[in-house]
């Protein structure tokens, strides 16, 4: 069993000590990753250092962290940092929090907050869809504003209909998506044409 610890610096901060204090009290680390805020464009970068940790995590190894904001801004986020770490079969220690995945009261205190994150987005949920079934009662638009109809779009989708383009032509002519040139020109009755039986 391998032991762990990660550091992650905010931009605020250019020292380990703090975190490092904390890790101290424990000992025997096998390595500590130090993450440092990313400089510039982080596109196309290498691995981050949790990144590289979890992908050398075996069964039964510890992964210790100062506190659950040093690996996550969201309590969903959280749960998905522990389920990275469960996958690889090894254990998370949060030290300010008292977190622990290996004790029963460490298991109980992520189901809580499991929880609290699904009463979070559900609660979200429902106020979202209260909002928009009230803006609709308010006669108020949902999504997207409606793409502009070009000026001869009624004769693109008559040209379609009696068979004189094809369907891409005239989705291409009138600027759409085919799936959106069908449903417009179906909402004004016109209908694919009716093809010959040879």
Known sequence: MARYGYIRLDARER?????????????GFDRIAVERPA???????????????????????LVVVASADRVADSARRFLEVVAQVREKGA??????????????????????????????????????????????????RIGRPPLPQPVEFREVCREWSEGRIDFREAAARSGMKTTSFFKKAKELGFLPPVRKRG
């Not at 020292?15 to 000992?27: K, L, S």
């Open 15 to 27: 020292e380990v000590g703090r975190q490092a204090a904390q890790f101290d009290t424990i000992g």
């Open 39 to 61: 400089r510039g464009d982080a596109t196309g970068a290498a691995p981050s250092q949790w990144e590289r940790l979890v992908a050398a995590l075996q069964a039964d190894d």
């Open 91 to 140: 254990h998370l220690t949060v030290l300010e929090e008292g977190i622990d995945t290996r004790t029963p009261t460490g298991r109980h205190i992520l189901r809580a907050v499991e929880s609290l994150t699904r009463i979070e987005r559900e609660g979200m949920s429902r106020k979202k869809k209260d909002g928009i079934r009230e803006a609709r009662a308010q006669g108020r």
